[in-house]
């Protein structure tokens, strides 16, 4: 079981918005700048957003990221069949003095 | 561009040991901190540890630490991860990736993996 939790799964019609949040605690979250991963199948995961909130070149401005206090979320608006992915939350945990990954949730475009 | 490229995964029994290499190009490796992180078949990321640009701090997954070691060569923009002791749960394909921050989360470059099989 993950320290940071996400839920398993979520999935939304293609143009509609889904969040999926990202819970953790004081030594992670709450002390670090969280980023966001998509895992499309049967490849190398991908950073979506870092230092919480920022897109990399190439990432499509439906998708955004917000963190307060020790919970993140990862916002994606306008679905789109290619976003059904894996997607994951990470941090550093400075406890661990490493990274924790979330679960991981599927996402599902119906 | 930046390319990472693991190898030295196969099929190891368990108690077995393992030696992975990731060969890095396309960026100056010796400014960047890089990570080890694993996926279970079917299963979710794991953090397995990281290694500081310069060698100065090594860090382990609770999972793996006190069995598997990390290091790299500068000269050769090479990072390693020898692996003793494994066990069935050891079983993932293995991923090289690059710390775009310091002492951070955020990995803007991943290998293709190379995929360790444990197994009697």
């Known amino acids: 079981q993950s320290v940071l939790t996400q839920p398993p799964s979520a999935s939304g019609t293609p143009g509609q918005g889904v969040i999926i949040s990202c819970s953790g605690s004081t030594s992670n979250i709450g002390s670090n700048t969280v980023d966001w991963y998509q895992q499309l199948p049967g490849t190398a995961p991908k950073v979506l957003i870092y230092?919480?909130?920022e897109r990399p070149s190439g990432v499509p401005d439906r998708f955004s990221g917000s963190k307060s206090g020790t919970s993140a979320s990862l916002a994606i608006s306008g679905l789109q069949s290619e976003d059904e992915a894996d997607y994951y939350c990470a941090t550093w945990d400075d406890s661990l003095n490493g990274v924790l990954f979330g679960g991981g949730t599927k996402l599902t475009v119906l | 561009q930046v390319q990472l490229v693991e190898s030295g995964g196969g099929v190891v029994q368990p108690g077995g040991s393992l030696r992975l290499s990731c060969a890095a190009s396309g960026f100056t490796f010796s400014i960047y901190g890089i990570h080890w992180v694993r996926q279970a078949p079917g299963k979710g990321l794991e953090w397995v540890a990281v290694?500081?640009?310069?060698?100065?701090?090594?860090y382990y997954g609770d999972s793996v630490k006190g069995r598997f070691t990390i290091s790299r060569d500068n000269s050769k923009d090479t990072l390693y991860l020898q692996m003793n002791s494994l066990r069935v749960d050891d079983t993932a394909l293995y991923y090289c990736v690059r710390d775009r921050g310091y002492a951070s989360s955020w990995l803007d470059f991943w290998g293709q993996g190379t995929l360790v099989t444990v197994s009697s």
């Open positions: 230092s919480n909130n």
């Open positions: 290694i500081w640009y310069d060698g100065s701090n090594k």
